[in-house]
């Protein structure tokens, strides 16, 4: 899959979540639904916001890194740190619906998140 075709099938794809995501909204009733009408909920806007995010994270990379690496690896950087915000920002909506998040949830969660992403930041992969 080249660059191109890579763009237009997550553009196509994060276009059709978007677009569920609406319809979940609009059609699903959050005082009346039970845990299926939010698993519809949480998993669109996840995707939603994976797609978004990642293209946009790869976009500043194309147009502003500093680094000359290969097209295939920006994609990977930015796919991996899209999914950590995405499951951030989902773990954190979660939480609010539920009436769990405070401060003190809140610093933990922030300080796991800053973890993972330094840990994938630090890990070197070898090719055997």
């Not at 039970?34 to 194309?62: D, Q």
């Amino acid at each position: 899959m080249n660059l191109r075709q890579y763009i237009f099938t997550m553009l196509f794809a994060t276009t059709l979540c978007w677009v569920a995501w609406f319809f979940v909204i609009v059609n699903i009733d959050p005082f009346e639904t039970n845990m299926l009408g939010f698993s519809f909920f949480y998993i669109s806007l996840f995707l939603s916001l994976l797609g978004t995010i990642s293209l946009i994270i790869f976009l500043c990379y194309r147009l502003f890194a500093s680094r000359d690496l290969p097209l295939f690896r920006y994609v990977q950087i930015s796919f991996r740190q899209s999914l950590f915000i995405s499951s951030f920002v989902i773990v954190c909506l979660f939480l609010q619906g539920s009436n769990y998040l405070n401060m003190w949830i809140a610093i933990v969660l922030v300080s796991m998140f800053v973890l993972c992403i330094s840990f994938s930041l630090s890990v070197k992969r070898t090719h055997t």
